[in-house]
């Protein structure tokens, strides 16, 4: 077993330019790396707590929100951990995710983002979003046109936000479990008067359907 995880440890490295390698064994041996005009420190635990031990002075250029799904860690979805992430972003910066659940962009916005669309690739043509990028100023129109990875949202996702998937995920402590964050969303759907996702799903899909025929 040594031996394999040797070999296994080998063709990671050999993916890796040495400047890359070094990056990587400085955050391992000591949880930071300096190179020049360049530093980088890593924060191991809970995200919603780590992230107070960042300078509050500090804004980010670039976020990347990649937990697991909403429905296996939503303590990393909340609206609450949304808001201070929109926070901490300066005011060029751009938040990006693969999710694009009406959840996690109806509390962008109310973070006080401005959203707009991942395009799918060309082999992802049955997908209608890739992701979200979020950020506080609003994108001219000219480099979504020249950049074709971004478009605003469609007339389907916007309605999307009016269903009740919208209903975010809460953890006003900060410190819930995922249960009780999900339960606590799904009793607050269950006594919405937001129209269902199912019957916005069924409708799009027979719109869809119309379309292809």
């Given at each position: 077993?040594?031996?394999?995880?040797?070999?296994?440890?080998?063709?990671?490295?050999?993916?890796?330019?040495?400047?890359?390698?070094?990056f990587?064994?400085?955050?391992?041996?000591?949880?930071?790396?300096?190179?020049?005009?360049?530093?980088?420190?890593?924060?191991w635990?809970?995200a919603?707590?780590?992230?107070?031990?960042?300078?509050?002075?500090?804004?980010?250029?670039?976020?990347?929100?990649?937990?697991?799904?909403?429905?296996k860690?939503?303590?990393?979805?909340s609206?609450?951990?949304?808001?201070?992430?929109?926070?901490?972003?300066?005011?060029?910066?751009?938040?990006?995710?693969?999710?694009?659940?009406?959840?996690?962009?109806?509390?962008?916005l109310r973070?006080?983002?401005?959203?707009?669309s991942?395009?799918?690739?060309?082999h992802?043509?049955?997908?209608?979003?890739?992701?979200?990028?979020?950020?506080?100023?609003?994108?001219?129109?000219?480099?979504?046109?020249?950049?074709?990875?971004?478009?605003?949202?469609?007339?389907?996702e916007?309605?999307?936000?009016?269903?009740?998937?919208?209903?975010?995920?809460?953890?006003?402590?900060?410190?819930?479990?995922?249960e009780?964050?999900?339960?606590t969303?799904?009793?607050?759907?269950?006594k919405?008067?937001?129209?269902?996702?199912?019957?916005?799903?069924?409708r799009?899909?027979?719109?869809?359907?119309?379309?292809?025929?």
């Open positions: 077993m040594e031996f394999r995880n040797r070999c296994y440890e080998k063709e990671f490295q050999d993916l890796w330019s040495p400047k890359i390698l070094n990587f064994n400085c955050l391992k041996e000591s949880k930071r790396w300096v190179q020049d005009f360049n530093e980088g420190t890593i924060h635990g809970d919603r707590q780590k992230l107070h031990e960042i300078n509050d002075s500090i804004r980010f250029d670039l976020i990347l929100l990649d937990p697991f799904s909403p429905q860690c939503p303590e990393l979805w609206e609450e951990f949304i808001s201070l992430l929109s926070a901490r972003l300066s005011l060029k910066g751009r938040l990006i995710t693969y999710s694009s659940a009406a959840s996690i962009r109806a509390s962008f973070a006080g983002l401005r959203i707009y991942i395009v799918p690739s060309m992802e043509n049955n997908r209608w979003s890739s992701g979200t990028v979020a950020m506080k100023n609003e994108l001219e129109q000219k480099f979504i046109s020249k950049n074709c990875q971004l478009k605003d949202l469609s007339t389907r916007l309605e999307h936000l009016a269903t009740r998937s919208s209903i975010p995920y809460r953890d006003p402590t900060g410190r819930g479990s995922s009780e964050i999900i339960s969303r799904e009793i607050e759907q269950s919405s008067q937001l129209i269902h996702t199912s019957s916005w799903r069924k799009w899909n027979t719109a869809q359907l119309q379309k292809c025929n």
